[in-house]
């Protein structure tokens, strides 16, 4: 982060450094608090977040086209990032309380489906196709680990690639370029492509050792884009190298291994779901953000976890590794 | 208590179905280590490249060309300090306006203004454009004094080409902007576009650009992706272009000029053993400064109009009838062949009738009877005639090749011409018809089909004096000749001149005739005879030259006249004894001469040819005689410098 601004301190280091003390602060809490207590609260926060979606759709700020932010003066707050969490909260004390008999069954099917489209169908019409398609995949793992059976989700695949058509009929210009110029980078260097192959270029001209510390000359000479944030992942590959990148990717591994096996630990179907799913979607927050960085999906805008530049996204992340805490602090205890 | 239905079995399933996805990770996880690999380390080379381009960008400047010298090290074309006035587009914040304020402040006009903007848009916006390229000092400091409001505008020291005389701009040429042309021909100018960059386009600075042009220099700076100048990385100065020393002597060469001021014509001396060219010089001349800032339309047209073809080389691409100067080799081919013999005497009465035609001699009662001798020093046509229908054409021609004739001579200027020496296979070649004996008599007194340059006259008398050797004429010193390998193998280089003065037959043997000069005789006596019969002509009365003779010893030269017709002089003419001068400029006759000096031991060669100047006896032996003077008054100062040479490059 202090690399960003080629190495001055005030300008998002100081920021990021700041929030990443406040929300660990955060993180600490919501550890301490009781499993019970965010089991009991899971519905009350999905419905407030989504009711916090509706109100950005009235009073959100816009920024670059997009309608995302709810102004809360000490703070821009994006609540489609802390849906994140929300959705996989609510679906885990949903699927906690149905056996797994009846998990197949219509009645059971149609009220994950409808908490899953009703906060994606918000968040994509801001429009961030990167966040929602983030929040669904979350969701769909919450309820692909509660045993849904594989045809439903063939069923779903089957409908959207049918809808797909539709759907990108509705996409804004700029996300079906996106998508085409992935097909092919070279399409249009300078416009849409050239994130992609500069991206690229700074992660190749890495090498095995990187650049070195604020040498990344991709970064500071603004050949990268959104470098402090989408693309934070790129500034370190170019000045740490291979190395570098390995180790970050080690450690993103061993933090979803962390929460997995934590999870593993408990005996509850809820704090399993819980972990399991905040686990595998944490991964896929990583994978995401790092196959778009390495050219290997289109690029959709999704942060890389903690490190990237972003208050909204970083709370989400404290406040579901805090969730992850409490489950192993109160193990012991029942939900009740 | 919230009961967890299902139990056991449900936590199983979850267990099952997240061992899936954990696999489906590392998969994942493979695909992107995988892409780190490829990218870091397998390609990461190419991404570096790519990086490279991405941030450096470089400024190309021109180095300052290589100096012409004369022999004797004074500058011919120097570089001097110029001021130029650069804009890039992309600093400046209103372009518009910054190009108003400047055709303001230098008063540009809106032809002017309208190329620098057609420029702009040629180029990329981080390229410089020469809003001028030779400011005055007065409009370098009004730009200076304004300089804080105009922004995007950097007033540079530069060094240009310039000219100091311009009585060398033919031989020297000049320098002007790159063309597409020069391009094309000159490989060397792929990676030179430098702004501000000149290319040599005639004379030596188009013989020796690839040399003198020296290494453009670069700024490489690195840049952001708004294209704006971070820092400067590198910075290569580039190489100053070689410089030149030429055989030519500056002095001599303002002395031609001012002799030839006023007339058409060029002057030609030569080293007849070094073939070392010393004068070169064509007239009218022209200002070479004009064309290295880019001549304007009116000076273009001027010159292009000109009557007397200023732009024109006259020494090596005029084309003129030897005329009687032709009479010494024509006397030396019909020696070489025993066609006749120094002792033939002709009677000579103004005229004579062959072949059912009259051949004129220019003395319209007669020489009398002549010998050959006497036919050279009084340049008798008809004994020439003679001579020549006994010879015949192809034999004559043969040994008019021999001599020089014919042929480019001066080694890397695309501008010499070749002439003509005509004989029977040229004519039914070039104009499809047979030979007529007419013709062969006309040839022998240098008119007819003839064409020579005067450079080509002047080796043809350094070839005679040197006592019948193919000197090669060489303008740049050091650049490899016959006289400098053989000067080389016989490390003795002065005693060159009185070996080749000397009885040759003993002291030549194959290997020196392989390395050094090939005598062009067969009998060296009938090249001394015709020697001795130009001094005649030059310091005997009745001599066609004796008028301009140089009395002191050491000055004396021998030298032959030459009066060339353009137009065919019909009989009445004859008969009205036309003067020359009264007739129109154009049908005058072109005047020439040609000598050696000094008599006793012959050093250097000359021609003077004056176009439509009238006789060769009255206007072109009286330049060429102050040229001598001065020539032989210089010769000591450049011995010397010739002695110096020595050892280093001959």
Known sequence: MYSTDGGQFAYHTKSHIVRFLLFFLLFFIVSFVKTSFWYSSATLFYLGILFLLILVKFFGLTSSGSQRWLDLYFLNLQPSELMKIGLILFLAKYYHNISSGDVNKFRYLAQPLLALLFPVILVITQPDLGTSFLIAVGGIIVVWLAGVKMKFFAYLGGLFLLSAPVAISFLKPYQKSRILTFLDPSRDPLGAGYQITQSKIAIGSGGLLGKGFLEGSQSYLDYLPEKHTDFIFTLFSEEFGFFGSMTILLIYILITWRIVSIGHTLRTSFGRLYCYSFATAFFIYVAVNMGMVLGLIPIVGAPLPIMSYGGSSMMAIMIGLGIVMSCKIHKDQSLG | ?650
């Open chain 2, 1 to 650: 208590m919230i009961s967890d239905s299902g139990g056991g079995s449900k936590i199983r399933l979850i267990g099952r179905r997240m061992f899936i996805l954990t696999a489906a990770k590392a998969v994942v996880v493979f695909g992107v280590v995988g892409r780190l690999i490829s990218l870091q380390i397998n390609e990461s080379k190419k991404y570096k490249t790519l990086s490279d381009k991405n941030r450096f960008r470089e400024w190309k400047f021109a180095p300052p060309r290589g100096v012409i010298k004369d022999y004797f090290g004074e500058e011919i074309a120097s570089n001097e300090k110029v001021f130029q006035l650069h804009l890039i587009p992309e600093n400046a914040e209103n372009l518009s306006a910054l190009i108003y304020r400047l055709k303001n402040i230098l008063k540009m006009s809106d032809k002017a203004v309208f190329r620098i903007q057609k420029k702009i848009k040629s180029q990329k916006p981080w390229d410089p454009v020469i809003i001028s390229d030779n400011l005055t000092w007065a409009e370098f400091s009004r730009i200076n004094l304004f300089l804080h409001e105009l922004q995007g505008v950097e007033p540079i020291i530069s060094v240009a080409r310039v000219y100091r005389e311009q009585s060398s701009s033919h031989v020297i040429g000049y320098v002007s902007k790159i063309s597409k042309r020069d391009l094309q021909k000159k490989n060397y100018l792929a990676n030179m576009k430098a702004a501000g960059m000149r290319v040599g386009k005639t004379g030596l600075e188009n013989k020796l650009d690839s040399e003198i042009i020296g290494d453009v220099g670069h700024k490489r700076y690195e840049v952001n992706a708004f294209g704006k100048r971070i820092k400067e990385v590198s910075i290569d100065q580039g190489k100053s272009g070689k410089s030149y020393k030429t055989t030519l002597d500056l002095e001599l060469q303002n002395l031609s000029a001012n002799l030839l001021k006023d007339k058409a014509g060029a002057i030609c001396v030569m080293d007849i053993y070094r073939g070392d060219i010393i004068t070169m010089v064509s007239s009218p001349t022209f200002d070479p400064n004009k064309f290295v800032h880019g001549i304007n339309t009116k000076d273009w047209k001027e010159l292009i109009n000109h009557r007397d073809k200023p732009l024109v080389n006259k020494a090596i691409s005029g084309l003129y009838p030897p005329g009687s100067t032709i009479k010494g080799l024509v006397a030396i081919s019909a020696l070489e062949n025993d066609v006749v013999n120094t002792k033939m005497v002709q009677q000579c009465s103004g005229s004579i009738e062959l072949y059912g035609e009259k051949f004129h001699c220019w003395k319209k009662k007669g020489h009398g009877f002549v010998d050959m001798r006497k036919a050279i020093k009084e340049s008798c046509d008809v004994y020439f005639y003679e001579v020549a229908r006994r010879l015949g054409i192809d034999r004559l021609s043969e040994t008019a090749r021999a001599y020089g004739l014919g042929d480019t001579m001066v080694k890397g200027f695309f501008e010499e011409k070749t002439g003509v020496v005509p004989n029977t296979k040229w004519k039914k070649e070039r104009i499809g018809k047979s030979w007529y004996l007419g013709e062969t008599l006309h040839s022998g007194i240098g008119q007819g089909y003839w064409q020579t340059t005067p450079m080509q006259l002047c080796l043809m008398t350094a070839r005679i004096a040197n006592g019948g050797y193919d000197v090669e004429p060489r303008i740049v010193l050091g650049e490899k000749s016959k006289f400098s390998i053989f000067a080389e193998k016989k490390k003795n280089p002065k005693s060159l001149e009185e070996f080749f003065n000397s009885d040759v037959s003993n002291e030549f043997d194959d290997t020196t005739i392989d390395l050094g000069y090939k005598p062009l005789f067969r009998n060296q006596e009938n090249i001394n005879f015709v020697k001795e019969a130009f001094f005649g002509a030059t310091n005997e009365p009745g001599g066609t030259s004796y008028g301009s003779r140089l009395n002191k010893k050491e000055f004396m030269y021998a030298g032959k006249t030459g009066t060339s017709q353009v137009r065919r002089i019909t009989e009445k003419q004859r008969e009205l004894e036309i003067k020359n001068e009264d007739l129109p400029y154009e049908q005058r006759d072109h005047a020439l001469f040609v000598a050696f000096a000094p008599y006793s031991e012959p050093q250097y060669s000359i021609s003077v040819v004056i176009e439509h100047g009238g006789s060769g006896s009255k206007s072109a032996a009286p330049i060429a005689k102050k040229v001598i003077k001065k020539l032989l008054e210089r010769h000591p100062l450049r011995q010397q410098i010739h002695d110096n040479y020595i050892g280093e490059d001959v």
